[in-house]
């Protein structure tokens, strides 16, 4: 995994703002229609708190001090809005569909693998955070 070509990546996609968190979530929606239920009316400030998070990971992604204790507390977070760990996987999959689109022509069979090792390591630190919680 690259970070430097996260970091590049992620600033193009994300100069697409709100537009971003609109195509992700109606992508995941799509795969998963019974997540929805798990979220406000109101996506706003959902958009706000996806796009937050994102930019926040991709900018501590060479720097596990960092970004392990802020993905801990994420997946704290989500256990207790509901999320399991069978729904890490179409997020995965959303996530990525979403980086192709606005990516366009620069996305590349090795920018997906290095943004899907980023997911699993997400994946894994969130999902273990979990975990620990019910253990």
């Not at 959902?46 to 900018?59: E, H, S, T």
């Not at 997911?119 to 975990?131: F, N, S």
């Amino acid at each position: 995994m690259d970070p430097q070509k996260l970091k590049d990546n992620f600033a193009l996609v994300a100069a697409n703002g709100v537009d971003v968190a609109e195509y992700f979530y109606a992508d995941l929606f799509a795969r998963e229609p019974q997540l929805r239920s798990m979220f406000p009316a109101g996506m706003s400030r959902q958009y706000d708190l996806l796009l937050g998070a994102l930019g926040r990971i991709v900018a501590t992604v060479d720097d596990h001090d960092r970004l392990v204790p802020f993905l801990r507390d994420l997946g704290r977070q989500h256990h207790g809005f509901g999320v399991l760990a069978d729904h890490y996987a179409p997020v995965g999959a959303s996530l990525l569909a979403t980086l192709a689109y606005f990516s366009g022509p620069d996305w590349t069979d090795d920018l997906e693998h290095d943004w899907a090792a980023a997911y699993g390591l997400v994946t894994k630190v969130m999902t273990g955070a979990a975990a620990e919680l019910v253990s």
